[in-house]
């Protein structure tokens, strides 16, 4: 039997609709949430993010904040643009793309983010305070990949979730979000990295399985139970010359034959991406009501 396919495009779609809602009525108390994007550099792939991220805001009403800036952008002016955005009324979510060019120390710059306006969910602060169960701003799409197992009504409580991936933005967090004693966690984790003895061995166990390696095939059909349940958080792209952009995006997991022992399965793309970027329109929004003390 082939899996239900997760529509992650549907779900984001349903969540901003009630966000939309939302930001028309801070507007009516004066109140539009703004959000500041910087992206150092001309990476394709971070381009392409970028500009989603703002066409987001603009469908929903929240102000965005474009800076782009070129790749030899020193520190020291990156860091005071951050200093700029936090003292900025109008703006109540930062966001610095990551990866950054490679003479800039990304910590240094995550650090300088106030942490009220991590949108993000990636300051040490916010990243502690997630880690010990504290209200936070969670990681876009560890929260994004949470939001889609609730909503489609996947049972994580006592759930054996194998998490493939251990980078900051995805795999560390979401493991971490998953085991929290809460609603919509509670499960067993387990995460596995390029480190990791028989990955199919721990695979194999998984009622969900959350690929985030950022390698196609990762996570292929002989390594999977009958009935899982996939999340798939690549984004790779590989050539492709019949696609007008030259390319077409696949994710980490061999989606064509998983989807046949699956029970459920998120697609790339229209999967977890989408959702990221909802998370973020919703950590903004959340960001500038507590900046208007509502709430
Ligand atoms: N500070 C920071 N915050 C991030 O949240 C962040 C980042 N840096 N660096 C890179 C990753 C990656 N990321 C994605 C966002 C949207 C899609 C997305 O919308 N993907 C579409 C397809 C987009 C396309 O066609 O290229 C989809 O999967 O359907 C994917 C990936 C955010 N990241």
Not at 39 to 48: E, F, H, I, T
Not at 214 to 237: C, F, L, Q, S, Y
Not at 268 to 279: C, F, R, S, Y
């Amino acid at each position: 039997m082939s899996a239900k396919i997760i529509d992650g495009k549907q779900i984001a779609a349903d969540i901003r609709e009630e966000l939309t809602t939302e930001v028309a009525a801070l507007k009516e108390k004066g109140i539009v949430p703004g959000l500041g994007v910087v992206l150092v550099g001309a990476d394709p792939a971070s381009q392409s993010y970028v500009t989603a991220k703002e066409r987001a805001c603009e469908k929903i009403g929240i102000y965005s904040d474009d800076n782009r800036l070129p790749a030899e952008t020193s520190q020291e002016d990156l860091l005071a643009l951050v200093n700029q955005m936090n003292n900025d009324p109008k703006i109540n979510g930062i966001l610095v793309q990551l990866p950054l060019p490679k003479h800039i120390d990304e910590a240094a710059v995550l650090l300088a983010i106030d942490p009220d306006k991590d949108v993000d969910g990636f300051h040490p602060m916010n990243v502690g305070k997630m880690m010990v169960g504290e209200e936070a701003f969670l990681p876009c799409t560890p929260n994004g990949i949470l939001q889609m197992l609730m909503r489609s009504g996947v049972e994580t409580s006592g759930a054996h979730v194998v998490v493939v991936g251990r980078s900051n933005i995805v795999g560390k967090p979401v493991a971490n979000m998953l085991l929290q004693k809460k609603e919509g966690a509670n499960a067993t984790v387990t995460l596995c990295h390029t480190r990791t003895k028989d990955l199919s061995f721990h695979t194999r166990q998984a009622d969900i399985i959350i690929a985030a390696s950022g390698w196609p095939n990762t996570v292929t059909a002989d390594m999977v139970k009958e009935g899982v349940v996939v999340i798939d958080v690549g984004v790779n792209r590989v050539e492709d010359a019949s696609r007008e952009r030259g390319y077409r995006l696949v994710g980490d997991v061999d989606f064509e034959a998983v989807k046949e022992k699956a029970s459920m399965i998120t697609p790339v793309p229209g999967g977890v991406g989408p959702m990221t970027i909802t998370m973020l329109l919703y950590n903004t929004v959340v960001s500038a009501k507590r900046a208007n003390g509502i709430d």
